[in-house]
C-alpha cells in the first residue's frame, strides 16, 4: 500500500471515531434522515451533530439532498457497515483473549 492511500484510508476511519458519528451511520443504514430525526439518537446540540455529519461528508461516507426546507442525509456507501460489523468481531476476540487470561477465581466471582 502506498502512503496517499493509507492516508486515504485513514481519513475514513478518523471519520468514524466518534461514537455519534458511529450511531448516525447506523441510523442512515435504516434509510435516509435529516437532522431532526438524527438529532434524537445522538443526543447533542444540532450544531454538533451538524459538525458530526459535515465530517463524515468530507470523509465521503455520507451525502445530502435537500427536500424544501430539510436537509436529507444518505448513507454514500453502505459497504462502509462491514467496516463496523468488523469492530465487533475484534471486541469478541478481545473479550475471549480477556477471558482466556483472567485467573480461574476471577471469572467464578472471585471464590474458589
Do not use: F, N, Y
Request: proline residues 4%; glycine residues 6%.
Amino acid at each position: 500500500m502506498k502512503q496517499d492511500e493509507a492516508e486515504a484510508r485513514a481519513k475514513i476511519l478518523k471519520a468514524l471515531a466518534h461514537p455519534a458519528r458511529v450511531l448516525v451511520v447506523d441510523e442512515l443504514s435504516r434509510g435516509d434522515r435529516c437532522v431532526g430525526e438524527l438529532q434524537p439518537l445522538v443526543k447533542v446540540d444540532q450544531s454538533v451533530l451538524s459538525r458530526h455529519l459535515a465530517q463524515l461528508r468530507q470523509a465521503g461516507i455520507v451525502t445530502e439532498r435537500r427536500a424544501g426546507v430539510k436537509v436529507i442525509h444518505h448513507l454514500a456507501c453502505p459497504c462502509i457497515l462491514q467496516a463496523l460489523d468488523c469492530t465487533l468481531g475484534v471486541l469478541a476476540a478481545e473479550a475471549r483473549r480477556a477471558r482466556r487470561w483472567m485467573p480461574a477465581a476471577s471469572r467464578r466471582g472471585g471464590r474458589q
